[in-house]
């Protein structure tokens, strides 16, 4: 699929029969994403129709494009990672794994500027909660930077997460030293695409190879 444009409404119908479909405005601007009951509804079918394919999960934040897998991050994840782990986007529009990716109304919604910080943290903390003790992940590579907003109630949860024996063990990329490094080094490709910044990318590789061989051994036990 090309790039769509979210001011049409588009998706097939694995969440949604396009009778439940919502006119567009209704799902623009961050507040009403956070708010509205049908992605909270969109949420809790994705809780019950996921099927986990790996042990491990890569989750990273959406992109302006979509669907996601035309930008150039997602793009990029799926060409080097799609056959090893579970790719998730994380959003305001929940969490959403690549299987839904091309469902409504993850086409459309639009969330844009925040506007809401505080609202958009305690749902990602508790929709991280639901989703990983629903789906029984060994490992999470969380690529949120300590500067995005989404790096607090990941480490929260995940935390909490591991410590509760729902999951192994994680890890968010990029760390601090990390992101000063490649920020030092100057944005290849852009600051739009921090995270294939090749400093950036290869701890994301790093991690990816040390979790898929754990869950080599584990399996050939």
Not at 81 to 94: E, H, K, P, Y
Not at 98 to 113: M, T, V
Not at 158 to 185: E, G
């Amino acid at each position: 699929m090309k790039q769509w444009n979210k001011k049409i409404h588009g998706g097939n119908e694995k969440l949604f029969l396009k009778s439940a479909w919502v006119p567009i405005k209704q799902l623009i601007g961050e507040k009403k994403v956070l708010n509205h009951p049908l992605l909270h509804t969109a949420f809790f079918l994705i809780l019950k129709k996921h099927i986990p394919k790996y042990k491990t999960v890569l989750l990273s934040l959406c992109t302006a494009t979509r669907p996601y897998s035309v930008g150039r991050k997602w793009k990029k994840y799926i060409e080097e990672f799609g056959n090893r782990v579970d790719l998730v986007v994380i959003s305001n529009g929940g969490i959403v794994p690549k299987e839904f990716w091309y469902s409504y109304p993850f086409l459309n919604y639009d969330a844009g500027i925040h506007e809401d910080d505080a609202l958009y943290k305690k749902l990602m903390y508790e929709r991280m909660m639901k989703f990983f003790k629903k789906h029984k992940y060994d490992y999470v590579v969380a690529n949120f930077s300590p500067r995005q907003r989404n790096f607090e109630p990941a480490e929260q949860s995940l935390s909490k997460l591991k410590a509760d024996c729902f999951i192994k063990d994680y890890t968010l990329v990029p760390d601090q030293t990390t992101y000063m490094k490649a920020q030092k080094q100057g944005w290849v490709g852009g600051r739009m695409f921090p995270d294939l910044h090749p400093i950036i990318f290869q701890k994301i590789t790093e991690y990816i190879n040390m979790f898929s061989s754990k869950e080599k051994r584990q399996h050939e036990k």
